[in-house]
């Protein structure tokens, strides 16, 4: 994933489940997050709605391509 798209990604998801983003550090197959969730249940939100970005960007990417399957 691009370093472009994941701060694009993170920020949006961390606006709509009010968390704020403190520090982050994209690795070559996972990301470090310091966040601090505003309301019971955001930091979980926002950590479901980027695994599901996650998907969708590998899907479009990949998807049907040198044999990787869809992931849902």
């Given at each position: 994933m ?8 993170l920020q949006?998801q ?9 520090a982050?550090c994209?690795m070559t197959?996972?990301?470090h997050?310091?966040i601090s969730?505003?309301?019971?249940g955001?930091a979980s ?9 996650y998907?969708?960007?590998?899907n479009?990417?990949y ?9 849902y």
């Open positions: 691009h370093s472009a798209y994941c701060r694009a990604t949006l961390a606006n709509k489940y009010a968390c704020e983003i403190h982050w994209l197959n996972h990301v997050l310091l969730p505003h309301e019971h955001s939100s926002l950590m479901k709605g980027i695994g599901l970005r998907v969708q960007y590998i479009r990417t998807g049907g391509k040198r044999g990787f399957p869809h992931f």
